[in-house]
């Protein structure tokens, strides 16, 4: 075909570089390579036998059919009771909206709210796809930058400076993908007092990571009063449940703008799958596994520790998710006397080749230093990873150019 036919919309986008990583490791895996993928963010644990059976059951009594479009009452109601008791956080069913997983609630929220020209400040680093889907709406996207030194968290003042008069939305998680980073309740307070200050400005918090989550709490934005009818929870099974393939997420908004996305996800998919919807809604009155979050801390301690090890890596220490997010950047410029490392993407494509090992350049992510690790993996598999990292850039440490 032509492709000059296709829209400029698709023309314009990436590819999810989180996806296309992981494809890349699953062909070179198919081909009988033995590579180590760490590209994905996907907990390697299978979901819970009991949610499992939950699903099955499901099936068993006739689960079977399209559910109401913003998801099945027994879902929104486990919803919210889990914001109750998890958060503090009163919602009635009317608030809630069931979403095929967190990425649609987003991309939801975001053509519910933008019109052409909208600003949306962007904490970077940020997730690839948030960059992707704000474009999707004809929405512009305003990055502020927080590096290392900050351990990767915007702070009042650059979010002040950030807001002009057409901010619409501000989007970040916390715990964050790609950087692990989770804000403290008192840097949350500063967020706020800014934002208060600005009245027509919605938050979108992506609280996908939640649960897993090494700090003593997790606060969310829409716990200060004076915000909560502005902030849009998004939420979700995939990460804290074990469950990214059954494709259930949720947004918590005031009842406007939770109305307005159920249009939306009327018109492009109906509702979240059914089945799935019966098994989240049993996973969500059970509540936290916590034996998948303490394996992911045991992991993580492990981890900084070999990369830090690695000559040239900047390591901070985050408390959330199942990532690293390391400044590679001493390695730019640098030869082994076959390959060169220009910047985060050919650093990881070299990494994929010489030491078959799967990550994701920072570049995507709005941090063109760094790499991204997902540890959700065994430990052996991680001294594995680490300890092939290191031998493969040693030679890039001797020869410079
Ligand atoms: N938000 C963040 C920060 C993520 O890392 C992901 C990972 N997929 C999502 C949203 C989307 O999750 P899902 O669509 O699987 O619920
Ligand atoms: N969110 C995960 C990641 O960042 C899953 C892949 C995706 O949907 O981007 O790797």
């Known amino acids: 075909m032509d492709t000059s036919l296709l829209s400029k919309r698709v023309k314009v986008m990436p590819e999810s570089a989180t996806l296309q990583m992981a494809q890349m490791a699953r062909d070179l895996k198919e081909q009988g390579k033995d590579v180590i993928n760490m590209s994905l963010g996907e907990p390697d644990f299978g979901t819970p036998e009991d949610i499992k059976d939950a699903a099955k059951k499901a099936l068993d009594d006739g689960y079977t059919k399209y559910t109401p479009v913003p998801g099945l009452p027994l879902l929104r109601e486990a919803i919210v009771n889990k914001l109750k008791r998890d958060n503090n956080l009163d919602y009635n069913i009317n608030q809630i909206v069931v979403t095929n997983g967190a990425k649609q609630a987003i991309a939801n929220v975001c053509l519910a709210m933008l019109d052409p020209g909208d600003e949306v400040v962007l904490f970077a680093p940020y997730w690839v796809s948030y960059d992707s889907i704000i474009k999707i709406a004809d929405g512009v996207p305003v990055e502020v930058y927080a590096g290392i030194e900050q351990d990767f968290k915007v702070n009042a003042r650059q979010l002040r400076d950030a807001i002009t008069d057409k901010t619409k939305l501000i989007l970040f998680s916390s715990p964050s993908n790609p950087t692990g980073s989770v804000y403290t309740y008192e840097e949350y307070e500063e967020l706020a007092k800014v934002l208060k200050d600005f009245p027509n400005v919605h938050i979108i918090s992506d609280e996908i990571y939640e649960y897993i989550n090494f700090s003593a709490n997790h606060t969310s934005l829409a716990s200060f009063d004076f915000l909560k009818d502005r902030v849009i929870i998004i939420n979700g099974m995939s990460k804290g449940f ?12 005031n009842e406007a703008i939770a109305k307005s996305c159920v249009k939306i996800q009327g018109q492009f998919t109906s509702a979240a799958n059914s089945i799935s919807q019966v098994a989240a809604a049993y996973a969500l009155d059970h509540g936290i596994y916590p034996e998948m979050s303490e394996k992911f801390n045991a992991r993580r301690k492990v981890f900084i520790k070999l990369l830090k090890e690695i000559p040239g890596f900047k390591v901070n220490e985050p408390l959330g998710a199942f990532y690293l ?37 920072g570049k995507p992510f709005g941090a063109p230093d760094c790499l991204r690790f997902s540890y959700a993996t065994s430990i052996e598999i991680i001294e594995e990873a680490a300890s092939r990292v290191k031998t493969c850039l040693k030679e890039f440490n001797i020869k410079k150019l």
Do not use: Q
């Not at 393939?245 to 949720?250: E, N, S």
């Open 242 to 253: 074990a469950m990214t393939g059954w494709r259930i997420g949720y947004m918590a908004a």
């Open 325 to 361: 997010f390391p400044d590679i950047s001493y390695y730019f410029g640098k030869s082994n006397g076959v390959d060169t490392i220009t910047d985060s993407v050919s650093f990881a494509e070299i990494l994929l080749k010489n030491a078959l090992v799967a990550t994701v350049p």
